[in-house]
T-cell receptor
Framework: SQKIEQNSEALNIQEGKTATLTCNYT??????LQWYRQDPGRGPVFLLL?????KEKRKERLKVTFDTTLKQSLFHITASQPADSATYLC????????????FGTGTKLQVIP | GAVVSQHPSRVICKSGTSVKIECRSL??????MFWYRQFPKKSLMLMAT?????????EQGVEKDKFLINHASLTLSTLTVTSAHPEDSSFYIC?????????????FGSGTRLTVV
């Protein structure tokens, strides 16, 4: 069966360090992989999308890698700040365009001052 | 940027009554919207895909007669929870994509916390 696992339910890191979150999937061939941030009681906010033919994408302090052989994406936040504390969700999309996405289990990141 | 407005943000209703949740895309048109529910400390579960002018596509295990979806215009989709029961209490969220852009990220509403008593 299809599975998307973010293998840390919670991650605590010191302010200023780089946070690295992992998303692993099985029985998927995603065209796109997306990362979202969700704060308590709010809807997710889109951060980055990476396509199957892309290895890496960056946006400000964020970096996403996508390894279709390992079936894994890594999400990095450099120079982390307490304001980065939130739950981060990866999401897979099997085809292009605006099609449905399936979300992973999420990782709750806590950046400690 | 794209904004999706979702109302109400919170609703408490009695068991057996129906509740309507609205989602509007404010500055873009969305032929497709998605409805999710989320239980505490769990991820988002897709309930259905709402298609403008046609019937919604429901995910396996979601009762279409219980969760009525209407997408009457390019900017409005509604989810009606009919004959609500306490087990329907959850956080419901909609999303849509601005199809005029090609970044393919989705914009989510702020969510509706439904409590059935």
């Amino acid at each position: 069966s299809q599975k998307i696992e973010q293998n840390s339910e919670a991650l605590n890191i010191q302010e200023g360090k780089t946070a690295t979150l992992t998303c692993n999937y099985t029985n998927y061939s995603p065209a796109y992989l997306q990362w979202y941030r969700q704060d308590p009681g709010r809807g997710p906010v889109f951060l980055l999308l990476i396509r199957e033919n892309e290895k890496e994408k960056r946006k400000e302090r964020l970096k996403v890698t996508f390894d279709t052989t390992l079936k894994q994406s890594l999400f990095h936040i450099t120079a982390s700040q307490p304001a980065d504390s939130a739950t981060y969700l990866c999401a897979l999309q099997n085809s292009g365009g605006y099609q449905k996405v399936t979300f992973g289990t999420g990782t709750k990141l806590q950046v400690i001052p | 940027g794209a904004v999706v407005s979702q109302h109400p943000s919170r609703v408490i209703c009695k068991s057996g009554t129906s509740v309507k949740i609205e989602c509007r895309s404010l500055d873009f048109q969305a032929t497709t919207m998605f409805w999710y529910r989320q239980f505490p400390k769990k991820s988002l579960m897709l309930m259905a895909t709402s298609n403008e002018g046609s019937k919604a596509t429901y995910e396996q295990g979601v009762e279409k007669d219980k969760f009525l979806i209407n997408h009457a215009s390019l900017t409005l989709s509604t989810l009606t929870v009919t004959s609500a029961h306490p087990e329907d209490s959850s956080f419901y969220i909609c999303s849509a994509g601005d199809e005029k852009t090609d970044n393919y990220g989705y914009t989510f509403g702020s969510g509706t916390r439904l409590t059935v008593v």
